[in-house]
């Protein structure tokens, strides 16, 4: 006999000794069974239990925050790299005038020097232009170059939505087994009129389950009483 059909027992023999005086309504509140621990943490050596449903272990909910959260910044990502790569561009076009109006400088330089080759600030004035202009082409291959990394990131960024459409897929896949899971472990018997199960049955290795001589010793007991 388990220990449910033993109150059982016990209910039915004294319920005919208890007055409607001695019934007190119980306004203990009973401990939620399904309400989740505050306090979880998970071991590594520790394999029972698994960690209770809440929105820090539902594995679908933390992929969809996962591609939700990726997806937002790699397009403020995309939107940074064209910035720099619009950037980029305007400063080509600046030291593309910068270098028009060099290239003007150096040729009316270069017809003074001929007109006055004693002159000597008119060979020097040519010599600091040709380091300018040395300057200003390696400035412009640089914005080049950061230009070009630019174009080269957006590209790869494109990878991001390929990595999202592979998690969207296992998603998928495992929405389908979640709900084959629970199709194949549907009952057409209502949870609430289902009979409820015994805590310990015999042959259970516990010492909460009566024998034989504890029964009749209990049956004993009971009548006795009446």
């Not at 820090?56 to 959260?69: F, G, R």
């Given at each position: 006999m388990t220990q449910e059909e033993l109150d059982a027992l016990l209910n039915d023999g004294t319920s005919e000794q208890q007055t409607q005086e001695d019934i007190q309504p119980d306004t203990e509140e009973l401990p939620q069974k399904d309400q989740m621990p505050s306090k979880f943490r998970i071991e590594q050596d520790t394999l029972w239990p698994?960690?209770?449903?809440?929105?820090?272990?539902?594995?679908?909910?933390?992929?969809?925050?996962?591609?939700?959260?990726?997806?937002?910044?790699?397009?403020?990502?995309?939107?940074?790299?064209?910035?720099?790569?619009?950037?980029?561009?305007?400063?080509?076009?600046?030291?593309?005038?910068?270098?028009?109006?060099?290239?003007?400088?150096?040729e009316m330089l270069q017809k003074l020097h001929k007109k006055f080759p004693d002159f000597h600030t008119f060979s020097q004035k040519l010599e600091e232009i040709q380091h300018i202009k040395e300057v200003l082409k390696t400035i412009t291959n640089n914005i080049q170059d950061i230009s070009n990394a630019a174009l080269e990131a957006m590209d790869i960024m494109q990878y991001q939505d390929i990595h999202r459409q592979k998690i969207e897929r296992v998603i998928n896949v495992m929405r389908s087994l979640a709900k084959y899971m629970n199709s194949l472990f549907e009952s057409k018997i209502d949870d609430s009129k289902r009979v409820s199960s015994a805590v310990h049955i015999e042959g259970d290795n516990t010492e909460n389950v009566l024998n034989e001589e504890d029964i009749e010793k209990l049956v004993s007991s009971l009548s006795n009483n009446q």
């Open positions: 698994p960690p209770p449903p809440n929105a820090e272990h539902k594995v679908i909910h933390q992929l969809d925050d996962v591609t939700q959260d990726s997806e937002a910044k790699a397009s403020q990502t995309f939107d940074k790299l064209e910035v720099i790569n619009n950037a980029g561009g305007v400063i080509e076009e600046s030291l593309s005038e910068f270098e028009k109006f060099i290239n003007s400088q150096e």
